[in-house]
C-alpha cells in the first residue's frame, strides 16, 4: 500500500517504492486522489515486475531499432545521435538480451569508454542516448526498471569563452570585405549565434524601436521558423550605430528577406553555408588582421565566428551588466552557461578583496633591509 501522509498545508502526499528501491512521491488536494495515484503507480510496477517473462529477452539491436524508428528530433541531431550509437554504444551492447543488462554494466561500460580516452562530451551524449533508450524500454515494459541510475560520468571541462579585445574587433571588420563587415557588427554588438545572423529576416527588424527579434535561424537543413530553444526567441536592442549599417546595407533590398545572403557573381541571394563562410570569409580576414599592442603591431587570435557571441557577451559584462540580462539578450536556457563570464565583473572580487583589507593586522614578508 503507498504510505499516505497529511502535510501542513492541509494536502495530501502519497509515496510508493519503485522496482529499483527509489521512493517516488506526489502530491494532491485530497486523500482520496493520493491514494488513488499510489495504488495506480504500485499496480503498474506489479505489472512491470510479473510481466511477460520473454520481453527482456529482446536483444538490445532488436529494440534499439524499434526505438530508433519513432524519435522525433532535429536531422543534424538525427546525424549525430547516429554517429555515436554507431561509434560507442551498438559495438558493447548489439548482443546484449535487454533483461541481462544491470546498472553496474552500464557503470562498466562508461568506464571503458573513459579508459578508451573517448572525450567527456562524447561519452555524456552516448549515455543520454543509452538512458533515452532503457528509459523508453521500461516504457514499453520490457524491462522492470531501467539500469541507467545513478551512473558516474566524467566532468565536462568548460572552456573558457574566447573573446575579442576593442583593437582586434575593430581590426577584423577593417578586414572584412561588406556585406560582412556589417553582419560581424552586427554580431558583435547582439551576441546573435551565427545560424540566427545568417536566418535573420528584415522583417524582423523594427526600425522605429530599434529592436531585433530573433525568429528565425538558418541550419543546415534550411530556415527554421524557430530557434534552438524556447529561450532563444527573443527580442536584441540595437546600438544607433548599428541600425545605421543595418539600413546602409538593405537599401535598395527586399525588407522583408533574408538580411545576409551570398554575393558571389551567379550564386547570390542564396543562403550562407556555416563551412563556406568561414573558409572564405572569416579564417581570410582574421589570418590578414592586426592591432596595436603596447606599439607593437600583432596579430588578432584565430578564434571562430561565435568568438562574436562571446565578446559581445564579455563585453557587456565588464560594463556593468548583470549576467541576468546577458542571459536574456543572449537566450541561454541555463544560468550556468552565463556563469563563464561572471569573473570578467568589474566588482567580481571586490568582497574578497574587501575581506582582507580589513583584517586587524596583515602578514608581511620583511625587506631585506629589514633583516639586517
Known sequence: MPYLRKLPSGKWQATVRTPAGDRETETFALKDQARDWGAEREAKYRRRTHGDPRGGKIKFQEWHDRWWEGRVVEAHTLRGDASSIRNHVMPYWADWEMRAIGRIDIQTWVRKLILAKKGASAIRRSYNLMHSLMQAAVDEDIIAVTPCRRIDLPPENVKPPQWFTLNQAQAILDELPQPWQTMALLGFYTGLRWGELSGLHGKRIDWRRSRVFVVEVNTKSGIKEYPKTAKSR???????????????????????????????????????????????????????????????QRAVPEYPPHSMRHTCASWLVQKGVSLYEVQHLLGHESYQTTQRYAHLAPDAHEAVLGAWTRLDSQLVVPTEAARR
Open 234 to 296: 527573443r527580442e536584441v536592442p540595437l546600438p544607433a550605430h548599428v541600425l545605421d549599417a543595418l539600413s546602409r546595407h538593405m537599401h535598395g533590398e527586399d525588407r522583408a528577406g533574408v538580411v545576409f545572403t551570398t554575393v558571389t557573381k551567379g550564386r547570390s541571394g542564396r543562403l550562407l553555408d556555416d563551412g563556406n563562410w568561414r573558409r572564405q570569409t572569416w579564417w581570410p580576414a582574421l589570418r590578414d588582421a592586426y592591432f596595436l599592442d603596447e606599439g607593437k
